[in-house]
């Protein structure tokens, strides 16, 4: 298991740096000064310009630039100042994340709860109403847009319950309730059905025909025997899909204005701020990492027959 780990983790280098420099190369490409973008409507002098460029090393090779930049964040942890505010990217980042982070978890719990149980009585009711209405309900939820989503709620919900249409307080539950349902929508969905795809085929396993012969109580062979492996897909699908929660937050937190890490991505994109955008990038890419990495040592628990060489 410790190779394994220690593998996993040296995999991960590739896949970082080849990430983080391609977002680099595509700032770097965007159209736009964000350097000038700083004087807004005055027009700097040409040796302004030219001395904040170097303050801030944008006059370098673009890959001298990422270089520098990787080798600050590693060594010393900095992840540059963000050009517009003068701020450490650091505390930008500690802003940002906490928000983003209790929206995506409380995206997941959401998930989990709603979409194994829709799941697991979709399956259990396999060719029946239930199983039908279930299918046209997850469906709808993998049509509908994030933002028609969020539009139908505040409408619909929030407006006529007199409810803040946005949320004004991230540490409020109440207040981010609306926001993680929208963002966990389309992912429940894909929960449920998964969770039913593989509840109907371990229903019909050589595996669970031995557990009913040999007599064991219904409770034992559906909670142990039949949930346990029908939960190994999902727990995949889980694990990922928190690095992906998070990143596709964008929307979600632009349409309940949620200052997150998709608010300062998309204004990091506008003001082409290449130190703030590949700091939260990375932070991103970091937590899916990890989660994949996770999502593969728990296989062991839940089916021990699976071996790590």
């Known amino acids: 298991m410790g190779r394994y780990v220690i593998r996993r983790l040296l995999q991960m280098i590739p896949v970082f740096i080849g990430t983080t420099l391609l977002i680099f190369i595509a700032v770097y490409a965007l159209p736009g000064d964000p350097v000038r973008g700083l004087f807004g409507d005055k027009t700097p002098s040409g040796a302004q310009l030219a001395s904040?460029?170097?303050?801030?090393?944008?006059?370098?090779?673009?890959f001298v630039q990422?270089?520098?930049?990787?080798?600050?964040?590693?060594?010393h942890f900095d992840f540059g100042t963000q050009i517009a505010s003068g701020r450490p990217v650091t505390d930008i980042l500690g802003d940002a994340f906490p928000v983003t982070i209790r929206?995506?978890?409380?995206?997941?719990?959401?998930e989990i709860v709603f979409g194994i149980a829709l799941g697991v009585?979709?399956?259990?009711?396999?060719?029946?109403?239930?199983d039908q209405a279930i299918l046209v309900l997850?469906?709808?939820?993998?049509?509908?847009?994030?933002?028609?989503?969020?539009?139908?709620?505040?409408?619909?919900?929030?407006?006529?319950a007199d409810l803040p249409p946005n949320v004004n307080d991230s540490?409020?539950?109440?207040?981010m309730l609306a926001p993680a349902a929208v963002l966990a929508t389309a992912s429940l969905a894909y929960v449920a059905r998964l969770t039913r795809g593989t509840l109907v085929e371990n229903r019909r396993a050589d595996y669970m025909r031995t557990a009913v012969a040999k007599g064991l109580p219904r409770r034992r062979v559906i909670g142990v025997h039949l949930m346990r492996n029908?939960?190994?897909?999902?727990v995949t699908f889980l694990g990922t899909d928190l690095g992906a929660l998070m990143g596709g937050a964008i929307v979600t937190e632009g349409a309940f204005n949620i200052k997150g890490v998709g608010g300062t991505i998309y204004e990091s994109l506008v003001r082409r701020e290449g130190t703030t955008l590949v700091g939260l990038v990375t932070i991103?890419?970091?937590?899916?990492?990890?989660?994949?990495?996770?999502?593969?040592?728990?296989?062991?628990?839940?089916?021990?027959?699976?071996?790590?060489?």
């Not at 997850?138 to 006529?160: D, E, M, N, R, S």
């Not at 540490?171 to 207040?175: E, F, K, M």
């Not at 994949?292 to 071996?307: E, F, H, Q, T």
């Open 52 to 62: 904040l460029r170097h303050e801030y090393g944008l006059d370098r090779n673009i």
């Open 66 to 75: 990422y270089g520098n930049y990787m080798w600050n964040m590693v060594a």
């Open 103 to 110: 929206l995506a978890v409380f995206a997941l719990v959401l």
């Open 121 to 130: 009585i979709s399956g259990m009711f396999a060719g029946k109403f239930l």
């Open 138 to 160: 997850t469906l709808l939820f993998i049509a509908i847009p994030v933002f028609v989503l969020a539009f139908l709620i505040k409408a619909a919900i929030l407006f006529p």
């Open 171 to 175: 540490n409020n539950l109440g207040q």
């Open 230 to 234: 029908s939960l190994i897909p999902v």
């Open 284 to 309: 991103l890419v970091l937590v899916y990492l990890l989660c994949s990495l996770l999502v593969d040592l728990l296989y062991a628990v839940l089916d021990p027959r699976i071996r790590y060489a």
